[in-house]
């Protein structure tokens, strides 16, 4: 079955740093765009980063300049390296695998989340 694993979460102060992973197996990794979204308490889950299949990679205003996403095809990982963090980043983080198979038919899978605490 399909699994997107999560980790490198944490508590980290302000403007201070952290790289989150996300395993995938269970699917052709090398086809699917990958993305990374949040959800803050209250609030609606956002997209935070995209990666598409060729690497083209795509940012929430929010995070541009201070967050990087990348993919390891060989290795099936997508990352999020988080820089100059602020407390407005603090939410759960989710890994999520897209494919757009057809006009109304995708594969559309979500990892459990890690929490990212930012704090002093």
């Known amino acids: 079955q399909v699994q997107l694993v999560e980790s490198g979460g944490g508590l980290v102060q302000p403007g201070g740093s952290l790289r989150l992973s996300c395993a995938a197996s269970?699917?052709?990794?090398?086809?699917?765009?990958m993305g990374w979204y949040r959800q803050a308490p209250g609030k609606q889950r956002e997209l935070v980063a995209v990666?598409?299949?060729?690497?083209?990679?795509n940012y929430a205003d929010s995070v541009k300049g201070r967050f990087t996403m990348s993919r390891d095809n060989a290795q099936n990982m997508v990352y999020l390296q988080m820089n100059s963090l602020k407390p407005e980043d603090t939410a759960v983080y989710y890994c999520?695998?897209?494919?757009?198979?057809?006009?109304?038919?995708?594969?559309?899978?979500w990892g459990q989340g890690t929490q990212v605490t930012v704090s002093s």
């Open positions: 269970g699917i052709i990794f090398s086809i699917y765009a």
């Open positions: 990666i598409t299949s060729g690497g083209f990679t």
């Open positions: 999520n695998a897209f494919l757009q198979i057809a006009a109304t038919t995708k594969n559309d899978y």
